[in-house]
């Protein structure tokens, strides 16, 4: 089951009725493209700086749940910071002290073998449940949150004491997770849970194709703990929907479920891993994600169900809010729901449709999408339906995907990582960056 088909269980408790907050109405400036690039990331940005828990400095799951704090998505903020500094929306000196606060805390949080648990109470750093038997380590919402903190590691290279401690309590850490654990005694295959109450009990087996690569990634990488090559080749490259090789619209697709699946599929992995000139025995993986993305718009255009909205200007299919609950959007389950991290998280694959998409949302339905941290989360012009909350885990990709499209930063980073060189190469990897 993919990460957003399990996020339906928790929306019951996490969600509220929609009368329960009115929308923010925030001014929308007439800007170029590239102003307006800048002035989407920094109202993106607020969410994981102004909204941030004041303890923990982690962001909250939503903007209905401020005391939740999610792994993952705080993983996408900490990158986020980065640009935040790069774009020069705060000081490297602020970006710093708010990055040892987090450090800090998720020192001090529950783990349970080295790995987070999906949310953690923002105040005390205890376990909050995702489901009932979910109450323990996460391993791939701790993958997002690692990406992000060597991305964090390798950004700050001063010789100052607080850059030193920054970078030796985040290594410290990275060595101390446990991603063998996770094979449970061993196996060909990471498990994404494990409980101190009910041990594998969620028996939830990592397989691809879908935003869990980075996993395979790290646990490959990892110093003191890693996973041999077979558990990449027998698990994660082992599926139904992995290497598939179909084509939709004339476009190639690599792997994947038909139709290439929720866009998110193409982002969070690759928020650090980067996928120019990736490839492996599998995939070229830039090819995938492109493809993916162009796939997924072209279904948008041809719009076999009739909704209204969908067009070349509007389009972007992936897990978000909806006007029902909470959804994995995509072809094969579309439900009239634009979600606007999809396209705007298209940035590096799809540039000049991209910004197609991000004027058409800021211009054309701004004044019911726009709000104090940039784009609402989904909306839907059929049941004439427009969110009025920001979600963590689709606010981080904005931010990072349009700075890996503007400079390369978060690839950069991420792909300095000797560990991660390493960790490409024993899986078979090929990449420039490696």
Same mark, same amino acid.
């Given at each position: 089951m993919i990460r957003s088909l399990i $996020?339906?269980?928790?929306?019951?408790?996490?969600?509220?009725p929609a009368t329960a907050q009115k929308k923010k109405r925030i001014p929308r400036p007439q800007l170029g493209d590239s102003a307006l690039l800048t002035l989407v990331q920094q109202r993106t940005f607020d969410y994981f700086w102004k909204f941030a828990h004041p303890v923990s400095g982690l962001a909250p799951e939503r903007t209905t749940t401020p005391e939740v704090v999610t792994v993952g998505g705080s993983g996408f903020g900490v990158m986020a910071i980065l640009v935040g500094i790069e774009r020069k929306f705060i000081t #490297? @000196?602020?970006?710093? @002290?708010?990055?040892?606060?987090?450090?800090?805390?998720?020192?001090?949080?529950?783990?349970?073998?080295?790995? !987070?648990?999906?949310? /953690?109470?923002?105040?005390? &750093?205890?376990?909050? %449940?995702?489901?009932? #038997?979910?109450d323990g380590g996460d391993l791939v919402e701790s993958a997002f949150m690692w990406q *992000?903190? =060597? $991305?964090?590691?390798?950004?700050f290279t001063g010789n100052t004491p607080k850059e030193q401690e920054l970078r030796n309590k985040i290594t410290w850490m990275w060595g101390e997770t446990e991603w063998n654990w996770y094979t449970q005694g061993g196996q060909d295959v990471l498990y994404w849970h494990w409980s101190p109450n009910s041990g594998w009990a969620m028996n939830h087996q990592i397989r691809g194709w879908n935003e869990c690569l980075i996993a395979y990634v790290l646990a490959a990488s990892s110093p003191n703990y %890693?996973?041999?090559p077979k558990v990449y080749h027998n698990g994660w490259a082992v599926s139904t929907f992995f290497s598939t090789n179909r084509e939709y619209y004339g476009i190639k697709l690599p792997l994947g479920f038909p139709y290439g699946g929720p866009l998110f599929f193409a982002h969070y992995s690759? /928020? +650090?891993?980067?996928?120019? +000139?990736?490839?492996?025995?599998?995939?070229?993986?830039? @090819?995938?994600?492109?493809?993916?993305? /162009?796939?997924? #718009?072209?279904? $948008?255009?041809?719009?076999?169900?009739?909704f209204k909205g969908?067009?070349?200007? $509007? !389009? &972007?299919?992936?897990?978000?809010?909806?006007?029902?609950?909470?959804?994995?959007?995509?072809?094969?389950?579309?439900l +009239?729901?634009?979600?606007?991290t999809a396209a705007l998280s298209s940035f590096p694959y799809t540039p000049e449709y991209s910004m197609q998409a991000l004027k058409y949302f800021y211009n054309n339905v701004g004044d019911r999408l726009w709000g104090e941290y940039g784009f609402y989360d989904a909306f839907n012009e059929?049941?004439? !339906?427009?969110?009025?909350?920001? =979600?963590?885990?689709?606010? *981080?990709?904005?931010?990072?995907?349009? @700075?890996?499209? #503007?400079?390369?930063? /978060? !690839?950069r980073l991420f792909m300095s990582c000797p560990e991660i060189k390493t960790g490409l190469q024993r899986l078979g990897f090929s990449s420039p960056a490696i």
């Open positions: $996020c339906v269980i928790c929306c019951t408790i996490l969600m509220l #490297r @000196e602020q970006g710093l @002290e708010r990055l040892l606060k987090i450090v800090n805390f998720m020192y001090k949080a529950d783990h349970y073998h080295g790995v !987070w648990p999906h949310w /953690l109470d923002g105040a005390t &750093g205890k376990t909050v %449940p995702f489901s009932r #038997r979910d *992000g903190l =060597l $991305c964090v590691r390798q950004y %890693p996973i041999s690759f /928020l +650090g891993l980067d996928p120019r +000139g990736l490839k492996d025995q599998y995939a070229d993986y830039w @090819e995938q994600n492109k493809n993916h993305t /162009l796939i997924n #718009r072209q279904y $948008c255009i041809e719009n076999p169900k009739k969908y067009s070349a200007d $509007c !389009w &972007g299919l992936t897990a978000s809010d909806n006007h029902e609950f909470y959804n994995a959007h995509s072809p094969t389950n579309d +009239g729901v634009i979600t606007p059929t049941v004439n !339906w427009f969110d009025y909350q920001y =979600l963590a885990i689709d606010q *981080g990709p904005i931010v990072v995907m349009i @700075e890996n499209y #503007r400079s390369g930063l /978060l !690839w």
